[in-house]
């Protein structure tokens, strides 16, 4: 199952939001089989903060461990948060590189 | 010379204050108006009231040390309010020539530490809740500042061991702590000191008597003790 962020707003900035943000998505969660992936899509995004990120990434780390899986994002605000989360949980994010991304790092 | 008159209704409405407020300013020096010779009807030049409404800094300290008013704009009363304003400066920023990647982490430091103030005086603030949120895209000036209880004593309902303002703010800054405990929480200001030690984007952090300044192109993290004690916490941003 893959996620756009950008379906919960362009600038995701405030904790409460982020918390609103995680309880609205539960119903769609429970959609999730047991042997899929959560992937999470951040392209559209233009802000994303580490306390909105807080109350939803994390919480889904949590529950869906290595089944949740991060799609590369160019935003620097999607980098900056991602590597602060993961030195505040003290647990890595688990990154789905593209063909792309593969191609651009074989080429230099 | 495109020198325009105004009002002072116009110019109450530019700045978001009251008529009244507006004649309580040119009584007390704050802000002249002009008479027309012989007449009582205060009148203002645009060019004034622009200026007047740059200097964000001594608004946002003139309020957080004597509760002084300041133009409405400024003002977001609640985090709703806050997040509107935001995503308008945003805008603003990514069209600023040469920002076109570096604005979302300009909007991540002036969205945190405003949404800091927001999370930790939530049913708490001692009077005027909300804060001041002004910038000035041009000038690369954004400031942010709150009447709310400040990070000493925030931080306090967690750590009771800490006494002065420069540890309290060192720790906001540094540890992965929460004034919101057992709430997971706390990671917004340590974000703020990474972004600002590795861009081009200056900060100056006060609360109440400790000060950060991260300036130029060699910065380090050092919170200093500053010769005023405020209320609550002020931010000024420049990119």
Same mark, same amino acid.
């Given at each position: ?7 919960? /707003? ?7 939001? /982020? ?16 042997? !899929? ?6 392209? /559209? ?8 990120? !807080? ?5 889904? &780390? ?5 089944? &949740?899986?991060?799609?590369?994002? !160019?935003? &620097? ?28 790092? &074989?080429? /230099? | 010379?495109?020198?325009? %008159? ?8 530019? =700045? ?19 008479? +027309?010779?012989?007449?009582? #009807? ?10 007047? $409404?740059?200097? =964000? ?22 985090? $709703?309010?806050?997040? $509107? ?19 979302? %982490?300009?909007?991540? *430091? ?9 999370? #930790? ?21 954004? *400031? ?7 990070? %000493?004593?925030?931080? @306090?309902? *967690?750590?009771?061991? =800490?006494?002065? #303002?420069? +540890? ?15 709430? +997971? @929480? ?23 008597? $400790?000060?950060?300044? =991260? ?7 050092? *919170? ?16």
């Amino acid at each position: 199952m893959k996620l756009k962020l950008e379906k919960f /707003g362009t600038t995701l900035m405030s904790r409460e939001l /982020g918390s609103e943000a995680f309880k609205a998505f539960q119903p769609t969660l429970l959609e999730l089989y047991p042997s !899929d992936e959560l992937e999470i899509d951040f392209s /559209g995004v233009l802000t994303l903060s580490s306390s909105w990120a !807080d109350e939803f990434l994390s919480p889904l &780390l949590e529950k869906l461990a290595e089944r &949740l899986v991060l799609l590369p994002s !160019d935003n &620097l605000s999607v980098q900056a948060t991602l590597k602060i989360l993961q030195e505040a949980n003290k647990r890595p994010f688990k990154f789905r590189f593209t063909p792309l991304d593969i191609a651009n790092d &074989l080429t /230099g | 010379m495109d020198e325009r %008159l105004l009002k002072i209704s116009e110019a109450a409405e530019i =700045l978001g204050v009251s008529i009244d407020t507006l004649r309580r300013w040119d009584e007390s020096g704050k802000l002249t108006a002009i008479k +027309k010779e012989g007449g009582t #009807h205060r009148y203002y030049w645009e060019k004034d009231i622009e200026i007047f $409404a740059s200097d =964000l800094f001594k608004f946002a300290s003139d309020w957080i040390k004597e509760g002084a008013e300041f133009p409405g704009t400024f003002y977001c009363p609640t985090s $709703a309010v806050f997040q $509107a304003r935001l995503v308008k400066m945003e805008r603003m920023i990514m069209e600023k020539p040469g920002f076109e990647k570096l604005y979302s %982490l300009i909007v991540l *430091v002036a969205g945190e530490i405003g949404d800091n103030s927001f999370a #930790h005086n939530l049913g708490k603030w001692p009077d005027t809740p909300g804060i001041f949120f002004g910038y000035d895209i041009q000038k690369g000036t954004i *400031v942010l500042a709150d009447r709310g209880l400040g990070i %000493l004593e925030t931080l @306090r309902r *967690v750590r009771p061991d =800490l006494s002065t #303002h420069v +540890k309290a703010v060192e720790v906001a800054f540094t540890e992965f702590i929460s004034g919101r405990a057992p709430e +997971k @929480r706390g990671n917004g200001l340590k974000l703020v000191r990474e972004v600002v030690l590795t861009q081009p984007i200056d900060l100056f952090f006060v609360s109440g008597d $400790a000060e950060v300044y =991260l300036k130029g192109a060699n910065k380090s993290f050092q *919170v200093t003790r500053g010769p005023n004690v405020i209320r609550g916490c002020m931010a000024k941003i420049n990119f």
